[in-house]
Structure formats: structure tokens, C-alpha cells
């Protein structure tokens, strides 16, 4: 039994190989089809591969340094809260239309402009520097315009520079962030020219009106929602064109106004400053009068002092060396001085002087 088993084993290692034919009643024509089929099978194979590599590998995408990423999935977010954000770097998704990439800029500034308050122009007229042509009146249905306080109507606009603060409310809060961002700011551009005259909003108080758009709209997107960071807001204003020459007019008028209180103002400094100066030096002068005569009597305080004891042992004798004294600077140029002092008994005594009389002029012979 081994030895056939041997034998038999010899043979088969020994038989010649014979190709088999793949359907004995097939002819040669369908032998070649089919042979031509498996090939383009294996090559459609292989395409599909490479599609299928290239298919995966799209999904790579890169997320720059300044924006965050949030992947969607067939339109749904994938993650909760922090983790939708994707931040700088490479990461992967499955291509579109499986999910979808949106790219939100963080530091990036965007600019969005007001669409209510201004009249019909273009972006290359004004580029240009030209105005379209004032018709005998507005038309509403182009032109845009604000009301004041004062019951005036002018042309107003806002350009908004804000950043994205909250990606992911700016994107999924709103069917479109942008539009919401300008809904506001057209809603703070009405709300703060109610609340100020035409006079201010032209010349006056640009500043304030400009602040005052800035303080509502930030209300606004704390309200809303908005997700945004106000950057700058820069506010433009004109009159109606139709009255121009009025309004022109006004402001001249306001100009000159302004001039001629700025001239009072500044003749009232000057006269104020004068008068100031003028109050200073006589005070300064009468406090150097009080301070001299203050002086002055306490050195005669001090000089009457060293003279009293002179005084209490002999009244009499002082008051005659005084006499003699003050008589001597009274009379210091006369020529003939005669001075009596009183008596010893208090009896005043008497001087009598005999003058002689102007001499008689002779009588004129024609008199005679």
C-alpha cells in the first residue's frame, strides 16, 4: 500500500500542466472579452482606490493663525461649546458634501456700513468725487434720510469696524452675523440722530453724535448677541442737497456767531486780567502804606516812650523845648523872629509893635 501510495504521489508530481479553458463551449472571441473584462475590472479597481485615497486625503485642510474653524456635519456642528472651534494648524474632515468647513475670522477686522439714511450714490461717484444730481426734491424710495431732534431731516451714515468676539454665536446665532451686525448699527444710527438737532449732527457736537451711535450699538449687540467687539465707528453727514445753499447759509451764520463770542470772550479776559492786575497793585500798594505808617507809629510809640521820664520830671521845661522846637522849623526863614513864652503866673503876655506908616507922597504942582 505504501509503495502504490508512493508511486501515486510520483505520478501526480510528474503530470503535465494543461491550461483550462474557462467554459469549454465558449469560442475564442468570448474567451478574449472576457479576459479583456477582468482586466478593465482590475483597472477600474485600481482607479477606484486612488479616487477613494484622493477622496480621504481632501479632507486635510489647515486653519490659519488669525481664524477659528468650526466642521459641519451635514449641517450640524460637530462638538459641544470650546471644542466646535479648531484652532491654528492641520486637521482633517470628511469632504464635502459629508461636512463642511466654516472658517470664522477672530482677529481679522470686518467693516460693514449703514444702509438707511443716505442718498442713492455709488461707490465709484464717490471715488470720483461726484455727487448724482439733486432733484427738486427727495425721493423716497432712493434717498435715505434721518430725523432730528429738532424736526430737521439730514443725510447720515455709519462704517462699523468691529471683531469677531464669539465665533460660534456670530455663526450659528444668526442666519447671517454681517447682517445682523448692520441691522444694528442702522438701528443706533436712527436712535441717535432723534436725539440731536441738525446744528449739532452738521457743526456742532459731531463727537458726541458719533459717541452717542457707538454707546447704542454696543447695547445693541450686548442685547442680541451679536458676538462683536466694536473697533471704530466713523459717522458722515450733509445736508439735503435741495437745500444746500440754506443750510450753508445757517452755518456761516453760526460761524460768525462763533466768532464774535469768541472775540467778546476774549476782550472780556483781557479786561478781567487788567482789572485783576489793577486790583493787585493797589492792594500790594496799600498794604505797603499800611505797613509804613504801622512803622511809622510804633517808632513814634517808641520815640514818645524814651521821651516821658523828660516829661514827668519837668512838664513845663518839656513842653517849652518842644515849643521852641517845632517854632524853630516853622519860622526857619524868616528873617525877624520875636517869640514870648508864657509868663510864669499863666498870664499870656503882650507885645506892641510900632510900624511906621507908608510916608506921604508930595502933592504935584498941577494939584496945588
Avoid at 482590475?42 to 466642521?71: R, Y
Avoid at 456761516?252 to 476774549?266: D, F, I, M, P
Avoid at 520875636?338 to 510864669?344: F, N, S, T
Wanted: proline share 5%.
Amino acid at each position: 500500500m505504501s509503495h502504490d501510495h508512493s508511486h501515486d504521489h510520483h505520478d501526480h508530481g510528474h503530470r503535465p500542466e494543461r491550461p483550462v479553458a474557462a467554459n469549454p463551449g465558449m469560442d475564442s472571441g468570448s474567451q478574449a472579452l472576457t479576459e479583456a473584462l477582468r482586466g478593465s475590472f482590475v483597472i477600474v479597481k485600481f482607479v477606484m482606490l486612488v479616487l477613494l485615497a484622493v477622496f480621504i486625503f481632501s479632507g486635510f485642510f489647515s486653519v490659519g493663525p488669525q481664524e477659528k474653524a468650526i466642521v459641519l456635519r451635514f449641517g450640524k456642528p460637530v462638538g459641544d461649546g470650546d471644542k466646535m472651534l479648531l484652532s491654528a494648524g492641520l486637521h482633517w474632515a470628511w469632504p464635502y458634501p459629508i461636512d463642511e468647513v466654516e472658517r470664522v475670522p477672530i482677529t481679522e477686522i470686518q467693516r460693514v456700513r449703514s444702509t438707511v439714511g443716505w442718498y442713492a450714490t455709488t461707490d465709484a461717484m464717490e471715488a470720483a468725487g461726484n455727487e448724482p444730481p439733486a432733484g427738486p426734491s427727495l425721493n423716497p424710495a432712493i434717498d435715505g434720510y434721518v430725523l432730528t431732534a429738532d424736526g430737521n431731516i439730514v443725510h447720515s451714515r455709519a462704517t462699523l469696524r468691529y471683531r469677531i468676539a464669539d465665533p460660534i454665536q456670530y455663526v450659528f446665532g444668526f442666519m447671517g452675523g454681517s447682517n445682523a451686525v448692520q441691522n444694528a448699527l442702522n438701528n443706533a444710527l436712527l436712535h441717535a440722530a432723534a436725539r440731536f438737532t441738525a446744528d449739532e449732527i452738521l457743526t456742532r457736537d459731531i463727537a458726541g453724535y458719533n459717541d452717542a451711535i457707538t454707546r447704542r450699538f454696543e447695547q445693541l449687540a450686548v442685547a442680541q448677541k451679536l458676538g462683536v467687539v466694536v473697533e471704530q465707528c466713523a459717522v458722515e453727514s450733509k445736508a439735503p442737497r435741495q437745500l444746500k445753499m440754506i443750510f450753508d447759509a445757517v452755518i456761516t451764520a453760526g460761524q460768525n456767531r462763533s466768532k464774535v463770542l469768541n472775540e467778546a470772550r476774549s476782550y472780556e479776559n483781557q479786561t478781567l486780567t487788567r482789572a485783576e492786575s489793577g486790583a493787585t497793585n493797589i492792594v500790594n500798594l496799600a498794604e505797603t502804606e499800611r505797613k509804613a505808617r504801622l512803622d511809622a507809629l510804633g517808632a513814634d510809640v517808641e520815640r514818645f516812650r524814651a521821651l516821658r521820664p523828660n516829661f514827668e520830671r519837668n512838664p513845663e521845661l518839656y513842653r517849652q523845648q518842644e515849643l521852641v522846637k517845632v517854632m524853630g522849623r516853622t519860622l526857619t526863614n524868616v528873617n525877624d523872629r520875636i517869640y514870648l513864652p508864657d509868663r510864669a503866673d499863666g498870664k499870656s503876655r503882650e507885645l506892641r509893635l510900632q510900624l511906621n506908616r507908608e510916608p506921604l507922597k508930595p502933592k504935584s504942582e498941577a494939584a496945588q
